[in-house]
Protein backbone atom coordinates (compact mmCIF):
# COMPACT_ATOMS: atom_id res chain seq x y z
CA UNK A 1 0.00 0.00 0.00
CA UNK A 2 1.36 3.38 -1.53
CA UNK A 3 0.64 6.68 1.08
CA UNK A 4 1.93 10.41 0.23
CA UNK A 5 1.61 12.04 3.12
CA UNK A 6 2.01 16.31 2.78
CA UNK A 7 2.98 18.64 4.88
CA UNK A 8 4.21 23.12 4.78
CA UNK A 9 0.88 24.06 3.54
CA UNK A 10 -0.69 27.56 5.26
CA UNK A 11 -1.22 31.23 4.36
CA UNK A 12 1.42 33.53 3.02
CA UNK A 13 1.28 37.66 1.93
CA UNK A 14 2.28 37.93 -1.78
CA UNK A 15 5.79 37.63 -2.50
CA UNK A 16 6.62 35.45 0.79
CA UNK A 17 7.44 31.75 0.46
CA UNK A 18 6.78 28.62 1.49
CA UNK A 19 8.31 25.01 0.71
CA UNK A 20 6.00 21.66 0.83
CA UNK A 21 7.46 18.39 1.25
CA UNK A 22 6.10 14.86 1.11
CA UNK A 23 6.82 11.91 2.44
CA UNK A 24 5.81 8.18 0.16
CA UNK A 25 5.73 5.01 2.18
CA UNK A 26 5.45 1.69 1.22
CA UNK A 27 6.39 -0.13 -1.75
CA UNK A 28 8.48 2.21 -3.83
CA UNK A 29 10.01 1.14 -6.67
CA UNK A 30 13.56 2.77 -7.84
CA UNK A 31 11.84 3.72 -10.76
CA UNK A 32 9.41 6.78 -10.36
CA UNK A 33 8.41 10.15 -11.22
CA UNK A 34 7.24 12.86 -8.36
CA UNK A 35 5.20 15.73 -8.16
CA UNK A 36 3.18 18.27 -7.14
CA UNK A 37 0.01 19.46 -8.78
CA UNK A 38 -2.64 22.31 -7.65
CA UNK A 39 -6.43 22.25 -8.11
CA UNK A 40 -7.12 26.17 -7.44
CA UNK A 41 -11.35 27.10 -7.01
CA UNK A 42 -13.24 26.82 -10.04
CA UNK A 43 -10.58 25.66 -12.10
CA UNK A 44 -9.21 21.81 -13.54
CA UNK A 45 -6.20 20.41 -11.43
CA UNK A 46 -2.64 21.11 -13.00
CA UNK A 47 0.52 20.08 -13.20
CA UNK A 48 2.68 22.68 -11.39
CA UNK A 49 6.30 20.57 -11.35
CA UNK A 50 7.77 16.54 -11.55
CA UNK A 51 11.01 15.21 -11.22
CA UNK A 52 12.13 12.05 -12.32
CA UNK A 53 13.85 9.06 -9.73
CA UNK A 54 16.95 8.60 -12.07
CA UNK A 55 18.13 11.29 -13.41
CA UNK A 56 16.06 14.37 -11.47
CA UNK A 57 14.93 15.64 -14.61
CA UNK A 58 12.41 18.07 -14.09
CA UNK A 59 9.80 19.56 -15.72
CA UNK A 60 7.53 23.34 -14.80
CA UNK A 61 4.07 24.53 -15.74
CA UNK A 62 4.99 27.61 -17.59
CA UNK A 63 2.96 29.93 -14.76
CA UNK A 64 5.98 28.41 -11.94
CA UNK A 65 8.99 28.24 -13.70
CA UNK A 66 11.66 30.40 -11.87
CA UNK A 67 9.88 31.00 -8.79
CA UNK A 68 9.25 26.79 -7.79
CA UNK A 69 11.93 24.81 -7.33
CA UNK A 70 10.86 21.04 -7.44
CA UNK A 71 13.52 18.12 -5.36
CA UNK A 72 13.80 15.16 -3.77
CA UNK A 73 15.45 12.88 -1.62
CA UNK A 74 15.08 9.43 -2.65
CA UNK A 75 16.85 8.11 0.50
CA UNK A 76 13.58 9.21 2.24
CA UNK A 77 10.98 8.85 -0.78
CA UNK A 78 10.22 12.50 -0.24
CA UNK A 79 9.58 15.17 -2.60
CA UNK A 80 9.75 19.11 -1.97
CA UNK A 81 8.21 22.33 -3.66
CA UNK A 82 10.34 25.24 -2.62
CA UNK A 83 7.74 28.33 -3.63
CA UNK A 84 8.91 31.24 -4.31
CA UNK A 85 7.46 34.99 -4.93
CA UNK A 86 4.07 33.42 -4.44
CA UNK A 87 1.07 35.11 -6.03
CA UNK A 88 -2.61 35.37 -5.16
CA UNK A 89 -3.50 33.23 -8.16
CA UNK A 90 -0.86 30.43 -6.57
CA UNK A 91 -3.72 30.09 -4.31
CA UNK A 92 -4.69 26.14 -4.37
CA UNK A 93 -5.16 22.79 -3.27
CA UNK A 94 -1.74 21.60 -3.55
CA UNK A 95 -1.70 17.44 -4.11
CA UNK A 96 1.36 15.35 -4.19
CA UNK A 97 1.69 12.75 -6.87
CA UNK A 98 3.59 9.53 -7.38
CA UNK A 99 3.51 8.08 -10.88
CA UNK A 100 5.23 4.14 -10.44
CA UNK A 101 4.92 1.16 -13.10
CA UNK A 102 2.02 3.40 -14.33
CA UNK A 103 -0.28 3.78 -11.12
CA UNK A 104 -1.07 7.35 -9.97
CA UNK A 105 -0.66 7.74 -6.32
CA UNK A 106 -2.38 11.05 -4.57
CA UNK A 107 -1.87 12.81 -1.44
CA UNK A 108 -4.38 14.60 0.41
CA UNK A 109 -3.79 17.90 -0.72
CA UNK A 110 -2.55 20.81 1.66
CA UNK A 111 -4.09 23.87 0.83
CA UNK A 112 -1.84 27.18 -0.06
CA UNK A 113 -3.23 30.77 0.17
CA UNK A 114 -1.73 33.70 -0.74
CA UNK A 115 -3.11 36.75 0.15
CA UNK A 116 -2.13 40.22 -1.70
Known amino acids: QVQLVESGGGLVQAGGSLRLSCAAS????????MGWYRRAPGKQREMVAT????????NYAGAVKGRFTISRDNAKNTVYLQMNSLKPEDTAVYYC?????????WGQGTQVTVSS
Open 51 to 58: ITSVSSTT
Open 97 to 105: NLLMSGTYY
Open 26 to 33: GSIFSLNV
